[in-house]
């Protein structure tokens, strides 16, 4: 911005777009939104807790393996992830506007202010900090970008110098939006920088590839050139996972078949939003845990494939050893056991299940999840299906990291 108030050339001063995204409509399933509704789980998968690109894209996505171009003070450098292929940037961003928690998440991980705005702050969980000494999150001034659909105006209000937001989401989940404005918004405010992570359930993801939860650290990490703590956190996670594997049983079935649901309504379910554990940075924690998926052998689809419900008689035929209901990351577990679970155990046939009968009902973990994030929820499902004791991952060294101590 300059001093008077007025824009400056788009921040081209500071950062600029080059490689797909750089006013070429080269992204792929972008002839506009989907026009899907935006109520219940969809409203929080599409403003909240991700797209075909072009054969060309991909192949200039497929760069993404090079690295980045490490800068010096003052120097410029270039970052390549699909589908945006390569960004070069002029100088560090200061400021940032982020998709949803994964990557807020990520950026608070490698020492950043918060950004500037999410689809819906209410869903980036800043709680899960809570736990972590010197580390917080002050969400009261973040805007959300959704309000009954996303307006462009709110990326001039917001005039953040990187847009850490897949396009092809903004193109393929939400009404008016079109290649145009996606080259308006890159060319004019700042660059598109993101790969909706959370979900591989999406058609228009198909034509590139999905990143896993570290792989889209270490981009971001090159971005804020903050490449030192990124490999701190690698090596923390490391050692986690090990932690981790040392307590999920070795006999596959002793582990226990499970049902991840978005209950409907959330404090007093009566049906159910079904996920079947994919390949998405939203089930990290289950893949790690090596849970079995009650729903993935039944004829219950995907909620990002069919948009459908299921009910408790459908449930109760298949009857999973645990229900872990999403949606409830604002509640502590008493509150949930007292809200959700107590419902469950007065309703009619909620009451036949055997998961809600052995006091097998958790909460379900976030849609989106980041490195801190992923620590938290991971080790929390660990007490909470295999009775894991004491602390899985060091806190304090997480706040190291976060705060430059490493």
Request: with cysteine; glycine share 10%; proline share 5%.
């Amino acid at each position: 911005m300059t001093d008077d108030g007025s824009r400056s050339r788009t921040r081209r001063d500071v950062l600029k777009a080059s490689g797909v995204l750089a006013a070429t409509g080269l992204l792929a399933g972008c002839s506009g939104g989907s026009g899907e509704g935006t109520t219940g789980a969809g409203a929080t998968e599409s403003a909240t807790d991700t797209e075909a690109a072009a054969a060309s894209a991909t192949e200039s996505a497929s760069e993404t393996e090079e690295g980045t171009e490490e800068a010096a003070s003052g120097e410029s450098y270039s970052v390549t992830m699909p589908p945006v292929g390569t960004i070069e940037f002029d100088g560090v961003p200061e400021t940032w506007v982020a998709n949803n928690g994964s990557w807020a998440d990520m950026g608070v991980a490698l020492g950043q202010d918060p950004p500037k705005g999410v689809w819906l702050p209410s869903r980036y969980h800043t709680r899960y900090y809570d736990g972590i000494p010197d580390v917080s999150v002050d969400k009261s001034g973040m805007t959300a970008l959704y309000s009954d659909g996303v307006s462009k105006e709110v990326f001039y209000e917001l005039d953040g110098d990187v847009h850490v937001i897949d396009p092809n989401f903004l193109l393929n989940r939400f009404k008016g939006w079109e290649q145009a404005d996606v080259d308006e918004i890159s060319n004019q405010v700042a660059p598109f920088f993101g790969n909706s992570i959370f979900s591989t359930g999406y058609g228009w993801h198909e034509s590139y590839p999905y990143l896993s939860l570290y792989e889209a650290f270490e981009k971001l990490s090159q971005v804020f050139q903050e490449q030192e703590r990124y490999e701190a956190f690698a090596s923390l996670h490391e050692q986690f996972q090990s932690n981790v594997s040392n307590v999920v049983p070795s006999s596959e079935s002793e582990r226990p078949a499970v049902a991840i649901l978005w209950p409907q309504p959330v404090d007093n379910p009566e049906t159910f939003s079904p996920y079947l554990i994919g390949e998405g940075t939203s089930f990290k924690q289950w893949r790690d845990l090596q849970v079995r998926d009650a729903l993935a052998e039944t004829d219950v689809k995907d909620f990002h494939e069919s948009r459908g419900e299921i009910d408790y008689e459908t449930l109760l035929e298949v009857d999973p050893d645990v229900l872990l209901l999403r949606g409830n990351e604002s509640k502590t577990a008493e509150e949930f056991q007292n809200t959700v679970v107590e419902y469950m155990k007065n309703q009619s046939v909620a009451s036949q299940l055997s998961a809600v009968q052995s006091g097998d009902v958790y909460r379900g973990g976030p849609l989106y999840q980041g490195p801190i994030t992923n620590l938290v929820v991971t080790e929390r499902a660990a007490k909470d299906l295999y009775g894991a004791e004491g602390q899985l991952f060091d806190r304090q060294r997480v706040s190291d990291i976060v705060n430059g101590n490493f």
